[in-house]
């Protein structure tokens, strides 16, 4: 950061915006092999969440890279790129005490460790969307796998690009077991026994 960059201090604080919300702000973390089931169970999640009224916005992988990181592409340094901007994003909506809920593939632990970071402790949920890689294969709702497989895109996670599991994430949900409203029960239980919500 730049000596001659200081940041300004506020007078509405994340505390008070949490206060006239009726929940804290907080960052669901969404990570999983392209056709895992993310989008899907955040697209859901937002439903359920927006209907008890709780503020919340989706980040969602295709989304933003249409935008914000379309400058961007899948070499390792774009990929981190990628995932430091949407983590700085998530850090200031959060901090403006919405519930952001994310869904991207995020492939590298470092990065969504670094994420993990920019939040206060238990703001950050890291949620793995588990799913086996030839179980996904079969999904392919976009037809990815196959052009990764014919060697049409290059540095496809899962088939020419690593995926590095999370350690120790704080929900895990394996969507060849679980259906998406389970899923979505799953990470409203773990926000309410959080006292996010």
Known sequence: MSRYIIPHSFKVSTEMREQQKGHKGAVVWCTGLSGAGKSTIVNELDFQLNSRGIHTYVLDGDNVR??????????????????????????????????ILTAFISPY???RDKARALLPEGRFIEVYVKCALDKAEARDPKGLYKKARAGEIE???GVNDP???????????DTVKMNVENAVQTVIVYLQNSSII
């Open 66 to 99: 249409a935008g914000l990181n379309s400058d961007l592409g899948f070499s390792a340094c774009d990929r981190e790129e990628n995932i430091r901007r949407i983590g700085e994003v998530a850090r200031l909506c959060a901090d403006a005490g919405l519930l």
């Open 109 to 111: 632990r470092k990065d």
């Open 155 to 157: 540095q496809f996670t």
């Open 163 to 173: 995926y590095e599991e999370p350690l120790h994430p704080e929900i895990v949900i």
